[in-house]
């Protein structure tokens, strides 16, 4: 047994302790979130420092995310180029009607893709033309229209599905396991924070919705 690891590891845990406080917060998923921060080295990018300076975290996360986006619309439209979609925010509103008993209104369907308004009505319009989806009055509000698969839009989307999987794993790309399940976990920390904003704040200015960051510092 590597009894210095497990030294190292003790070490770790009683600073992690010190800390963190709180006991609701003294989880194993915030433990590993606080070593990682701990122990990541730290991220040099020089292309990006040529050009604006040394670069900070936050602006990297911004930078890398809409990087990780454009790589993945890239290579999702080599498999619906083949299809009757468009784009693959099509593929996305699609896969929400796919789930069995999930008959959303538009608004909502709209907002679960962190859409506007006028960008989510134009993907509708898109699916709707095609025959992919139908709408129907909501039985509870008839001012509201929900929304399900047609026929044609399950077969594509079943047609689809084991192709996108394999631009999910190619998104995924070099990294392990463990480190996915990190990135997951972050990613879904960071929507978890800015879906709240999106649907109730979105339209207050930014030095409003920076004080979100400030309560959770």
């Not at 999930?102 to 909502?108: E, H, M, S």
């Amino acid at each position: 047994m590597n009894y210095q690891f497990l030294k190292q590891l003790l070490d770790y845990a009683e600073n992690f302790e010190r800390d963190v406080s709180a006991p609701e917060q003294q989880t194993v998923a915030s433990f590993a979130t606080w070593l990682l921060k701990q122990t990541a080295k730290p991220v040099h990018n020089t292309q990006q420092e040529g050009a604006f300076g040394q670069v900070l975290p936050d602006t990297l996360i911004s930078i890398m995310v809409s990087y990780l986006y454009r790589y993945a619309r890239l290579y999702s439209k080599k498999v619906i180029d083949a299809s009757p979609l468009t784009t693959l925010d099509d593929f996305t509103y699609l896969v929400i009607l796919l789930r069995k008993g999930d008959l959303p209104t538009k608004t909502d369907l709209i907002e679960r893709n962190i859409h506007e308004k006028t960008t989510g009505t134009e993907v509708l319009r898109r699916l709707l033309a095609h025959g992919l989806i139908e709408q129907f009055d909501d039985p509870n509000d008839r001012r509201s229209k929900r929304l399900k698969l047609t026929d044609r839009g399950r077969a594509v989307m079943l047609d689809l599905m084991p192709r996108m999987s394999q631009v999910a794993t190619l998104v995924g790309g070099n990294l392990t396991d463990t480190e996915k399940t990190q990135l997951v976990y972050l990613l879904t920390k960071l929507h978890q924070f800015h879906n709240p904003i999106f649907l109730d704040e979105r339209n207050e200015p930014i030095e409003k919705l920076l004080e979100h960051v400030t309560q959770k510092k």
